[in-house]
């Protein structure tokens, strides 16, 4: 029995040396010390010896079960070191390597000039303010002085998402007017810009989706001279000074007395060239006077308030601005594009 002893412990001892990985060591504990290991089935022979013997067996049963027990122990250590030095050296990081270099995109042209019309009416006290482009008839037209039957209600013009033409997409900021006055308190000095959307092919000039700033002054003793005085600056911080500025009148459901603002052709300084088309000038925008009416459908008094509004194409003025050729350049975000602004 005791050579039977010796024998396991070498044995085993030496398995455990071996062993590669965990699994292997819990199959090794089961080998040899589990319930039907090899040390127990030398133990279940103990009845077979003297009074003598016994204590002396079972006392070197004992050391050779506390023996494994200590190595498998120490085994398990070493492995687990193992791993982690692997794990450790698989996942090294050289932070030597030069990096990716990533490629930064760029503002847009069409955003440069928002951000500089926004800065100029920041400037004179204006509020910028947001609005939905899901947008009800009633604010889109409506409230706006366009009545049913107006033609820039036809379908084929507007985008709608229902039969009885309630909802649709906003086909002008304009509705930001009535928003502003009904939520603000007097006066009011707003611009709203963002997206508008109207069922047009796409081409040099036109896009079904494109952007506007709205804007709106309400106050006690506003006149058109506000109007010119205001829009004249603005257009000369935005082309330089001096740069000449004409009203021509014109019709808006919305406005009364209304007009557009065209500016002297900054190519040919007026003299006809084909920016301009021959003409000269180059049309920025549309304005007016708030129509009384509007401003009585939102509550307030226009016997003791006026005000004055104006929308332009923001895409157009993008174009002007940087005096590029093609609106198609401003929707096809390509960055060899984008980077000349
Ligand atoms: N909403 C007009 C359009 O889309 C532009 C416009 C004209 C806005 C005159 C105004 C305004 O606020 O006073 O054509």
Redesign the pocket.
Same mark, same amino acid.
Do not use: K
């Given at each position: 029995m005791k050579e039977q002893l010796a024998k396991i412990r070498a044995e085993a001892l030496a398995s455990f040396q071996e062993a590669k990985a965990a699994a292997d060591l819990d199959t090794l504990r089961v080998r040899y010390l589990g319930k039907k290991g090899e040390l127990t089935a030398v133990l279940k022979q103990m009845g077979k010896l003297s009074a003598e013997e016994r204590p002396v067996m079972g006392q070197l049963a004992n050391d050779v079960r506390a023996a494994l027990e200590n190595a498998l122990e120490d085994c398990s250590r070493r492995l687990e070191a193992a791993a982690l030095e692997l794990r450790l050296k698989a996942e090294t990081l050289d932070v030597t390597i030069p990096g990716k270099a990533v490629s930064l995109g760029h503002q847009h042209p069409m955003y440069i000039a928002l951000d500089e019309i926004k800065d100029i009416f920041i400037g004179m006290g204006f509020e910028v303010l947001d609005g939905p482009e899901v947008e009800l008839a009633v604010y889109n037209f409506d409230k706006l002085n366009a009545e049913e039957g107006h033609p820039s209600r036809d379908w084929s013009d507007t985008f709608y998402f229902d039969n009885e033409s309630r909802v649709m997409l906003r $086909? +002008? =900021? $304009?509705p930001m +007017?009535v928003r502003a006055m009904e939520t603000r308190s007097l006066p009011i000095r707003v611009i709203a810009p963002g997206r508008?959307y109207r069922k047009d092919e796409v081409d040099a000039t036109h896009s079904p989706m494109f952007h +506007?700033v709205?804007? &709106?002054v309400i106050d006690k003793g506003v006149t058109m001279a506000d109007l010119k005085g205001t829009l004249n600056t603005v257009v000369e911080q935005l082309y330089g000074k001096g740069t000449k500025t004409r009203f021509r009148p014109?019709h808006?459901p919305? =406005?009364e007395p $209304?007009c557009?603002m065209d500016m002297q052709c900054h190519k040919c300084g007026g003299a006809g060239c084909s920016t301009c088309k021959g003409e000269g000038w180059i049309e920025l &925008?549309?304005?007016?006077m708030?129509h009384p009416r509007v401003l009585e459908m939102a509550g307030i008094d226009s016997e003791v308030y006026s005000g004055?509004?104006?929308?332009?194409?923001l895409e157009r003025t993008a174009l002007k601005r940087f005096k590029i050729a093609d609106l198609r350049l401003i929707f096809e975000n390509d960055v060899r594009f984008l980077e000349q602004f």
């Open positions: $086909s +002008q =900021t $304009s +007017q508008v +506007q709205e804007g &709106l014109h808006f919305f =406005t $209304s557009e &925008l549309g304005a007016g708030v004055w509004a104006f929308g332009l194409g």
